[in-house]
């Protein structure tokens, strides 16, 4: 195995001696992702790609940004996941257990990530495809969803003219444009006409909504929960334009305990069913003392 600090100062050095040493005490007390979308997906703390950021995973607030996008694309249903950069599996297990029957494919070129990600499925109960290249990977169609993130390269795979399946994709990319100056904007204008383009900044971290108890002093839980990033990024959200999103709230009635639940309506939006709520016809259906369920999909 390569020696991951190759090339680092000795300040850098002892700061990721420092984050091992606080990683041994994190993962000593939890085993599992603790929050957001892949709660519950076993964790360990081995990783080839050494950028301090393996607790943050383990406490499920790696790039927290990005929770919406991930239950957005769940709620899709796509036909595959095709994961670019996977390092250890954290989106391709993740999604994989979220997608139960769905094939995750994770791709990236380093035969260490890819025997962690291996370790890591298999600790999930679940099957991840691993491919050392791009272009190993063959036969998808349908809606699939890609999640991307490696380092620029992104500005060479997302080329819908030499992909077309692109357009009929779901995509979330972190766009490097330290690294290739511009992609961002170059793969806003590739995709704006096939899809809905929504650009995610990185923010800062409430921690205090976070709930862990940690045997260790602030400043050490403040290094633990902060992402360690060589330069600001931000990811694209884009959404194809051929499928349409699933209802955001479904509503269901019925008018006694012993009464099947009925299907009122389905709303995309928080303001569609708020209006449904201010009509005649709900208003007089509430005063007849019936029972009402709200399940919110997305």
């Not at 600090?5 to 939890?30: C, I, P, Q, W």
């Not at 599996?89 to 995750?104: E, H, N």
């Not at 490696?150 to 795979?157: K, L, N, Q």
């Not at 709930?211 to 990024?233: A, D, H, N, V």
């Amino acid at each position: 195995m390569h020696d991951p600090l190759e090339g680092r100062t000795a300040t850098d050095r002892k700061l990721f001696e420092l984050m091992a040493l606080l990683d041994e005490v994190a993962f000593s007390n939890f085993d599992t992702v603790q929050v957001g979308p892949f709660q519950g997906m076993k964790w360990q703390n081995k990783t080839h790609w050494i950028d301090g950021n393996n607790t943050c995973k383990l406490f499920g607030i790696y790039e927290f940004e990005l929770y919406e996008a991930i239950e957005r694309a769940i709620s899709r249903q796509p036909s595959t996941v095709v994961n670019i950069g996977s390092a250890e599996g954290y989106y391709a297990i993740g999604l994989a257990r979220r997608l139960p029957g769905v094939l995750v494919h994770a791709i990236d070129p380093s035969a260490d990530a890819h025997a962690i990600c291996g370790e890591n499925a298999n600790r999930n109960g679940v099957l991840v495809k691993l491919w050392p290249s791009i272009e190993m990977l063959g036969g998808l169609d349908g809606h699939p969803l890609f999640v991307v993130d490696c380092e620029g390269y992104e500005d060479d795979y997302l080329k819908p003219d030499n992909w077309p399946l692109l357009k009929d994709s779901d995509i979330i990319v972190e766009c490097h444009d330290f690294l290739r100056d511009g992609v961002t904007e170059r793969l806003i204008e590739r995709f704006k006409d096939t899809h809905m383009v929504e650009r995610i900044e990185v923010q800062a971290l409430d921690t205090t909504k976070l709930f862990l108890q940690i045997p260790m002093s602030q400043i050490y839980r403040t290094l633990l929960f902060t992402e360690k990033r060589p330069m600001g990024t931000c990811w694209l959200a884009m959404w194809t334009k051929a499928k349409a999103d699933p209802p955001l709230i479904k509503v269901y009635v019925r008018k006694d305990e012993a009464a099947e639940w009925q299907l009122y309506g389905q709303f995309d939006s928080d303001a569609a069913w708020r209006d449904v709520q201010n009509s005649p016809a709900w208003q007089a259906h509430c005063a007849t003392g019936g029972y009402v369920k709200v399940e919110t999909l997305r």
